[in-house]
Nanobody, 127 residues
Framework: QMQLAESGGAAVKVGESLKLSCATV????????MAWFRQVPGKQREGVAT???????????AYHDSVKGRFFVIRSNGGNIMDLQMNALKPEDSAMYYC?????????????????WGQGTQVTVSS
């Protein structure tokens, strides 16, 4: 069964950039929706960015309003790697970031669209 492995989380300062990466393990996501979610303690998981990849290309991407123009999601390696380039980071971007994948046709920003997720990687933005 396919698994997901996130990396790249770190502690950074306001305004800095960071790139998160998610790789599939033991399977292929060449016809999967993949997305980044984030969660802070006591709050619901929030969809940040999503991609609809149907080999050989990305058909669509979508972003949460709070990250539009600052975050960019990239699929590569036949759809099996998903990077999240995060620019102009703010303290409110601090969260545990999760990579999620789903084999359905709707690639939304809701957790119900996904059935596989990784362990998460922590991002902390301080002033």
């Amino acid at each position: 069964q396919m698994q997901l492995a996130e990396s790249g989380g770190a502690a950074v300062k306001v305004g800095e950039s960071l790139k998160l990466s998610c790789a599939t393990v033991g399977g292929t996501a060449e016809s999967y929706c993949m997305a980044w979610f984030r969660q802070v303690p006591g709050k619901q998981r929030e969809g940040v960015a999503t991609t609809n990849f149907r080999r050989p290309r990305v058909y669509s991407t979508a972003y949460h309003d709070s990250v539009k123009g600052r975050f960019f999601v990239i699929r590569s390696n036949g759809g099996n790697i998903m990077d999240l380039q995060m620019n102009a980071l703010k303290p409110e971007d601090s969260a545990m970031y999760y990579c999620e994948a789903g084999d359905g046709t709707h690639c939304g920003l809701e957790t119900a669209d996904y059935n596989t997720w990784g362990q998460g990687t922590q991002v902390t933005v301080s002033s």
